[in-house]
């Protein structure tokens, strides 16, 4: 029988997620049906309840649920712990499992793309629930210092200091969105604004060498900033590979080769 997974968030359109799936259940020849749900922003925990009580087999949760599953959750893995946020749920022996997959995706996508992050120093964003997912990861990986710019200068401090504890060897502050200036190996875009059509300007007396926008599918003004700077730039469409991936080997205990799916890439 086919298992049934889905991915919910508001909106949820824009997403790939079912299309990747699919690609990864028919190269490793596993029976599953994987769709979007549009989920009214007060409507989470029972669409959640609803989906496990009548047999679905895994969630993905993104814009703006992945604090919601955090809480809802009744056992965690360590990095979801750490992040605050859920991207990935499951049932397992009736309680329900949180994880959060973006970090290790995002790490993956950046090394694939040749850009070291050892000793980097990185500028970041946002300070939602993607942002909680990859700091440890990004600490993990070598960043020395991450930089986290926020529209609203109380979410980036909270997230600081819930967050500095588990990164002791990286040098993390927060500073607010319109306060922007310095040098960084590393810009990551981890706003929503390109999914709602507003644009961010970068300042001029910001410089940054590489530049990722974690949303995909979509013109994104930050990363037309990052052409009009020749600046080495991409999109998401790999941290979404890279974080499916991590989903698909939860649940199906397979992990998939992301060289194998890069065709599935917007066209530019
Ligand atoms: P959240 O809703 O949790 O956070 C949104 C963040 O965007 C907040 O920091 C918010 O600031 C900021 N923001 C929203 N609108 C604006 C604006 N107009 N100007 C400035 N800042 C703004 O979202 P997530 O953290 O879950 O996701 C963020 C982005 O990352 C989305 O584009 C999402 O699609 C993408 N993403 C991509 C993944 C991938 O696999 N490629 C995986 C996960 C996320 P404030 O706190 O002030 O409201």
């Not at 893995?77 to 009736?94: D, F, P, S």
Request: charged share 15%; hydrophobic share 45%; proline share 4%.
């Amino acid at each position: 029988m086919n298992k049934v997974f889905a991915v919910v968030g508001h909106p949820i359109e824009h997403s790939r997620s079912p299309e990747l799936h699919h690609a990864f259940a028919e190269k490793l020849a596993i029976p599953l049906t994987y769709s979007k749900h549009l989920v009214p922003l007060d409507g989470f925990t029972q669409h959640v309840k609803a989906f496990f009580q009548t047999g679905g087999h895994g969630l993905n949760i993104t814009v703006p649920f992945k604090e919601q599953a955090f809480a809802l959750c009744d056992v965690l893995t360590e990095r979801a712990k750490i992040a605050k946020a859920v991207n990935t749920l499951w049932m397992q022996n009736g309680t329900l499992h949180g994880d959060n997959t973006d970090g290790q995706g995002l790490v993956e996508a950046i090394q694939s793309l040749g850009w070291s992050l050892q000793n980097s120093k990185i500028l970041i964003l946002g300070a939602g629930g993607a942002t909680r997912g990859v700091i440890y990861p990004l600490a993990a990986a070598g960043a020395t210092e991450i930089v986290v710019a926020n529209r609203t200068l109380e979410r980036a401090e909270q997230l600081v200091q819930d967050l500095e504890q588990h990164v002791p060897h990286t040098r993390l502050r927060a500073v607010s969105l319109n306060a922007l200036e310095g040098e960084f190996d590393l810009i990551i875009n981890a706003t929503s604004a390109s999914l709602s059509g507003e644009a961010l300007q970068l300042p001029a007396q910001l410089t940054f060498h590489h530049a990722y926008e974690m949303a995909y599918g979509k013109p994104s003004s930050f990363l037309e900033q990052a052409q009009q700077r020749h600046v080495p730039h991409s999109d998401g469409f790999g941290m979404l590979i890279g974080q499916a991936i991590e989903s698909f080997y939860i649940w199906n205990g397979v992990k998939p080769k992301l060289a194998d799916f890069l065709y599935l890439a917007p066209k530019a």
